[in-house]
């Protein structure tokens, strides 16, 4: 039994993305991502001198302000903020820039579903574009569940209303490998799998949340190529106009 | 918190020097004549009353919302609208999160008295129940990139926002005549804000102890001015605002200047903001016509995910072992019998 998406999507297809990096002149890193209609903008002041009070001096420390489109910052967007830092610490290299701290500032432009992954995408843009080191991009994506129990990807704002459950799930994103299939266990560090971070509204089965991480799992595919033909296609223009 | 103090920009002697000596020949560091503007872009949001101003490196965004609230006890009739500024953390380093600097409340006291005081916003329409009910209009601006003079990009992006407002349609009805039913888009048309003229402000800089004068000065020339001053006027010649708040003393010829130069320009400026809002307004019920036609379903091309189904191989060996079991039986059943 298929289901009928509003504007004609199938359950598992993705609204069109866009990105652009570098739109900000005083940031250090900026960038704009949409899908679809949901659009974040996002900026990153590079490493600022001194941590504060209750953080470790031995690491970096990362501090994350999120504005909301109108109206007084409440808990939800306190809720987005400590989310979005524990999701940055665990993808950036704490280790190279000791006692400091970085800022990233998400503003929220327009809402429409699935606003949590879209500010999560568009703070790695930002970081990217800043040259703060991370370890890998941290790729996020929302997956609801319907009554009859199939799994929607990237639902908008009435879809999210309608769905009994839904899941912002954040993975790492997937490598690209020059080496043949067999050898991918190989030397060096080993690659990271598994879920960074789980949010979960509403309430599901256990078989039914596998079943959401599963599709969240192998949307990270087409999300990473569509990162890496982004910063590939910036960095080219840059080299030219160089 | 000394760190943080740490972090903050500061200009250099030398690049302050060099700003004001080249003042002195008339010269600005962007290659700009004295009384030249950056480039104006102005871009609308999805929604009705967002806006999206770029005046050459300040970006600004307005977002206008409505509510229906009961009016003030003074004002029955009237409806009221409200300013309120962000200076995000993003567009400086220097700009705190939390509660709003001096400089902010400025900005927002500016365009508020050029809205309200000269009346530019047509508050009696907004009246839906005398006593009652009004219109509360709510002007939100995020100042997003501070390359300098921020109060003309904010107040060109609240008057962008409120041009293409459009707040809910709603009727006057029930028994007593004293319920309001408000019409969602879907049902009847929303309706535009009535607005009467534009007022405009330019902001002007002052160097060399008020000598020089310099209009829209970028973030750099605003750290070495030694004075400002805001004029706001509109298109038929009036001047809404003015404000000079303290530094150098400036003589009367130059503040007489300043206002002839502001009311030069308030035209040129009303022409592209109108121009701006009605290439929208156009774009926006082109849009409408094509949707009529074909049933709601936009061209949407995201990429599509493939998942590899999992589950079923592991119901068929379930289904595979279950048969082996039963010809082995069948089987065995069979020797039996023919053994006999």
């Known amino acids: 039994m298929e289901i009928d998406r509003v504007d004609g999507r199938t359950p598992n297809q993705l609204r069109p993305l866009a990105c652009s990096r570098n739109i900000l002149h005083r940031p250090h890193g900026s960038a704009s991502w949409s899908q679809g209609d949901t659009k974040v903008l996002a900026a990153v002041y590079g490493p600022k001198a001194g941590t504060k009070k209750n953080e470790n001096a031995e690491k970096a420390c990362f501090e994350v302000i999120w504005k909301p489109k109108t109206g007084q910052i409440g ?16 993808i950036c290299v704490l280790t190279v820039n000791p006692n400091t701290t970085t800022s990233v500032i998400i503003q929220v432009v327009h809402d429409d579903g699935s606003l949590l992954p879209c500010a999560i995408n568009a703070a790695c843009a930002a970081l990217v574009d800043a040259g703060i080191p991370m370890k ?85 595919a087409s999300l990473s190529a569509f990162f890496r033909k982004n910063f590939q296609q910036s960095q080219r223009d840059s080299s030219k106009a160089g | 918190m000394e760190g943080r103090f740490a972090n903050l920009w500061r200009l250099t002697v030398n690049e ?10 008339e010269l600005r560091v ?28 300040t970006h600004v965004m ?47 006291r500016i365009i508020d008295r050029a809205l309200r005081e000269s009346r530019a916003v047509d508050t009696e329409s907004l009246c839906v129940l005398a006593g009652k009910l009004v219109w509360s209009v709510r002007i939100d601006l995020h100042i997003l990139d501070n390359g300098g ?9 609240a008057l962008a926002a409120l041009m293409t407002y459009r707040r809910p349609d709603c009727t006057v009805g029930g028994e007593s005549s004293q319920e309001v039913i408000i019409h969602p888009p879907e049902e009847r048309e929303p309706l535009p804000l009535i607005i009467h003229h534009l007022p405009i402000a330019f902001t002007f800089g002052f ?33 809404c605002a003015i404000q000079k708040p303290g530094e150098e003393g400036v003589n009367q010829s130059v503040v007489l200047h300043c206002l002839r130069l502001a009311s030069s320009r308030a035209a040129a400026t009303t022409k592209i903001i109108r121009e701006a809002v009605e290439a929208y307004n156009r774009e926006r019920s082109s849009q409408k016509v094509k949707r009529h ?16 189904k999992r589950q079923q191989q592991k119901k068929s060996s379930g289904q595979e072992k279950a048969a082996e079991i039963h010809f082995w039986l069948w089987l065995w059943w069979l020797i039996v019998t023919f053994w006999r």
């Open chain 1, 75 to 90: 808990k939800v967007e306190k809720e987005c903020e400590m989310i979005l830092k524990r999701t940055i610490q665990s």
């Open chain 2, 207 to 239: 160097f060399n102890k008020g000598s020089i004068l310099v209009m829209d000065p970028t973030y750099v020339e605003e750290a070495v001015m030694c004075g400002r001053m805001t004029v706001t006027v509109n298109a038929n010649g009036d001047i």
């Open chain 1, 136 to 220: 890998h991009l941290a790729v996020a994506i929302c997956c609801c569940l319907a009554d009859n129990g199939y799994v929607v990807l990237d639902p908008n704002k009435l879809e999210e209303k309608k769905m009994s459950a839904f899941a912002y799930l954040v993975f790492p994103n997937t490598t690209l490998s020059v080496l043949p299939e067999g050898s991918s266990v190989a030397e060096g560090e080993p690659v990271e799998h598994g879920i960074i971070t789980s949010v979960t509204h509403g309430v599901m089965s256990v078989d039914d949340y596998f079943l959401c991480v599963e599709n969240g799992h192998a949307a990270t």
């Open chain 2, 293 to 308: 036609h074909t049933l709601a379903k936009s061209e949407v091309s995201g990429p599509i995910v493939v998942v590899r």
């Open chain 2, 16 to 25: 302050s020097k060099f700003v004001e000596s080249a003042l002195q020949s």
């Open chain 2, 149 to 157: 003079n921020l109060v003309d990009a904010a107040n060109i992006a």
């Open chain 2, 30 to 57: 962007d290659g700009r004549g004295l009384y030249d503007y950056r480039k104006l872009t102005i871009k609308f949001g999805k929604e009705y009353g967002s806006s999206e101003v770029q005046l050459g490196q």
């Open chain 2, 62 to 108: 307005g977002f206008v919302t409505a509510q229906l609230v009961q009016p003030y006890k003074d004002r029955p009739n009237e409806g009221s609208f409200s300013i309120f500024t962000e200076y995000s953390p993003m567009a400086d380093p220097s700009f705190e999160p939390g509660h709003p600097g001096e400089s902010a409340v400025e900005l927002g």
